[in-house]
T-cell receptor
Framework: NAGVTQTPKFRILKIGQSMTLQCAQD?????MYWYRQDPGMGLKLIYY???????DKGEVPNGYNVSRSTTEDFPLRLELAAPSQTSVYFC????????????FGPGTRLTVL | AQTVTQSQPEMSVQEAETVTLSCTYD???????LFWYKQPPSRQMILVIR??????QNATENRFSVNFQKAAKSFSLKISDSQLGDAAMYFC??????????FGTGTSLTVIP
């Protein structure tokens, strides 16, 4: 049971490049989330999903896209990277039940130059 | 949107002593959940403790306990018998009925040997 896995761990992008951050979980969780954490700040929700085929925007969705074709995978796409997207990105998942606890991946540190 | 405020950017505690981290939140909902997460230098987010708003009894997990004051919208974390391994960033988080999470900006805890 690997929990929540994220790849890559680190990435440097040039302005205007695109990339996909991968996230997978093997706990059969319905809910999956993408957050970004800027230096000295808390986590901000980018997008979340309540199940395969269903996604919704969080607090800071601009510049990102997601898809959820399977229960296990929830990739985050950056289409035109900008320096403002330099951050640490966390994926998380949880069960759909009254008291659900999020399980976090190890994070991806992204730098846009 | 709900907001979570952690007014103490940094705290320190002597080893074996007790420290309390503060958290307040703003919401108009009556049904919600509150969490404390720990983030060590490894960046992994680790659940410390959680509290359901409908429960009056304060949650306890070993050396960690909370003081939940619903009317005051306050949710502080008490760490007893502090250990060197407790040194980390601590984030307070709020979860609404839509399963969206909101995080505070964090408190950096230093444990002094």
């Amino acid at each position: 049971n690997a929990g929540v896995t994220q790849t890559p761990k680190f990435r440097i992008l040039k302005i205007g490049q695109s990339m996909t951050l991968q996230c997978a979980q093997d706990m059969n969780h319905n809910y999956m989330y993408w957050y970004r954490q800027d230096p000295g700040m808390g986590l901000k929700l980018i997008y979340y999903s309540v199940g395969a085929g269903i996604t919704d925007k969080g607090e800071v969705p601009n510049g990102y896209n997601v898809s959820r074709s399977t229960t296990e995978d929830f990739p985050l796409r950056l289409e035109l990277a900008a320096p403002s997207q330099t951050s640490v990105y966390f994926c998380a998942s949880s069960y759909e039940r009254r008291v659900n606890t999020q399980y976090f991946g190890p994070g991806t540190r992204l730098t846009v130059l | 949107a709900q907001t979570v405020t952690q007014s103490q950017p940094e705290m320190s505690v002597q080893e074996a002593e007790t420290v309390t981290l503060s958290c307040t939140y703003d919401t108009s909902e009556s049904d919600y959940y509150l969490f404390w997460y720990k983030q060590p230098p490894s960046r992994q987010m680790i659940l410390v403790i959680r509290q359901e708003a409908y429960k009056q009894q304060n949650a306890t997990e070993n050396r960690f306990s909370v003081n939940f004051q619903k009317a005051a919208k306050s949710f502080s974390l008490k760490i007893s018998d502090s250990q060197l391994g407790d040194a980390a960033m601590y984030f307070c988080a709020y979860r609404n009925t839509g399963n969206q999470f909101y995080f505070g900006t964090g408190t950096s805890l230093t444990v002094i040997p």
